[in-house]
């Protein structure tokens, strides 16, 4: 419409015919495309978007489901074009997220696709359609909104039995040994008897030998708090390819929640970066689930009053109860939060991972960056020595290897590999 214009006023100053007669046919064109755009008219589509699940591990595919059908309007004298939006970093793996044809009054037409989505939670929030007219001369867009939410946790792998001592545990029946004499499997010790106790806990060989009735006792198993605390600091991760040593640390706190849980201790979890999110302590499935979801939306981040480890919030986890650190460890600092939680009577296993491995692969020989890799890991072995001396239990965790492990070889645990 523009040059039409132009080139009429040109042509009118000028008295200039030939340039009259050029300014006619883009001034009708954009009459056309102005009219034609007036008459247009969106059609009227019922679209049903479904996923095949809501909650799924990082690594599946997810199969969308769009289903568009006419229901009002004289669809087949335009063309539409239907698009399912992807969420930020999904991939599309098989399929096809669009539509782009002609719908008559009735009809309908599925689309039917399968998405790989990264760790997080994903929404999928709606569908953009576009109609032109039979010639092209027109479009117009609209966008559609729905929601379905996709939660991505983190893969989580099989722990063998994770022994932990907590200076207190609950006043019940649980998995954890209380050091205490009374109802359990494992021996504990010998007393006196007490009018009321067991006669089956008599022990008739020391009767024979001290001609007093003497009963056994065994040693109390209860539950136990477990607090889990992961450490989000971005300055205390690095990037290994696609993935970084976050990713691998959010995967070993998933792991382990769900072995405690499985073994009915009452875990929470803290994670410590950005901000400090915090899960309830609780059991079962439900608290499973609760901790899973915070691990699928964590993410690295570096604020400056979350610097180091001192301002974790340590009221919120019970006196004299377990806790599990996940943390690379960057200084001389870390090390000194994890000892003064000691001194307040806290017990610690702390896994520390690291890509020793991965980065020895990526290293050229005598290059400067492998001495640089060499002082690191000389560094963190000094950290991890200076906490053995405190009562740390400590898991060196190369990512090269399997969690399970790495703990079963640092904690002295039993490790059975699963063959397919």
């Known amino acids: 419409m523009g040059i039409g214009l132009s080139m009429l006023v040109v042509g009118m100053l000028l008295k200039h015919g030939g340039m009259l007669a050029l300014a006619v046919p ?4 954009s009459c056309l495309c102005v009219i034609s755009t007036l008459q247009l008219r969106l059609p009227k ?3 049903q978007h479904s996923v095949s699940r809501h909650r799924m591990i990082e690594g599946d595919e997810v199969e969308i489901t769009v289903d568009i059908a006419s229901e009002f309007g004289d669809v087949g004298r335009h063309f539409i074009s239907v698009i399912d939006q992807l969420p930020a970093g999904a991939q599309l793996i098989e399929g096809e997220n669009q539509f782009l044809g002609s719908l008559l009054r009735g009809q309908s037409v599925r689309l039917s696709y399968r998405v790989l989505l ?5 929404k999928f929030s709606q569908v953009v359609v576009t109609a032109w007219s039979r010639w092209g001369l027109a479009s117009r867009m609209e966008s ?9 946790r983190p893969k989580t792998e099989p722990l063998g039995a994770i022994s932990i001592h907590p200076r207190r545990t609950r006043a019940f029946a649980g998995p954890v040994k209380a050091n205490l004499g009374g109802q359990g499997l494992d021996f504990f010790g010998c007393r006196s008897y007490v009018p009321g106790d067991d006669v089956r806990r008599i022990n ?21 708090d477990v607090s889990i605390i992961v450490d989000a600091r971005l300055q205390a991760h690095c990037r290994l390819g696609e993935d970084t040593t976050f990713d691998y640390s959010l995967r070993a706190a998933a792991s382990l929640a769900s072995h405690f849980l499985r073994v009915g201790n009452i875990v929470g979890l803290l994670v410590y970066g950005d901000i400090v999110h915090w899960v309830f302590p609780g059991v079962g499935k439900t608290q499973e689930r609760k901790i899973f979801d915070s691990l699928a939306t964590a993410y690295a981040a570096e604020k400056e009053v979350f610097e180091d480890l001192r301002k974790i919030p340590t009221r919120l986890f019970p006196a004299q109860s377990q806790l599990v650190f996940v943390s690379p460890l960057i200084d001389d600092d870390d090390v000194e939060v994890i ?21 020895a692969k990526q290293i050229r020989s005598g290059s400067s960056a492998q001495i640089a890799t060499r002082m690191s890991n000389l560094r963190r072995s000094l950290f991890l020595d200076s906490l053995v001396r405190t009562g740390t239990r400590i898991v060196n965790w190369d990512i090269a290897e399997p969690l399970a492990q790495a703990i079963a070889r640092d904690l002295g645990v039993s490790f059975f590999r699963r063959h397919s």
Not at 118 to 122: M, N, S, T, V, Y
């Open 26 to 29: 883009p001034i009708l064109y």
């Open 45 to 47: 589509l019922h679209i």
């Open 339 to 359: 000892a003064l939680m000691i001194d307040r009577g806290y017990s610690i296993i702390l896994v520390c991972p690291h890509a020793s491995t991965w980065e």
């Open 144 to 152: 559609i909104s729905h929601e379905s939410v996709i939660i991505v």
């Open 118 to 122: 990264p760790r997080g939670k994903h």
């Open 204 to 224: 008739w060989r020391a009767y024979a030998r001290q001609d007093n009735l003497i009963v056994n006792e065994y040693e109390l198993e209860r539950l136990a």
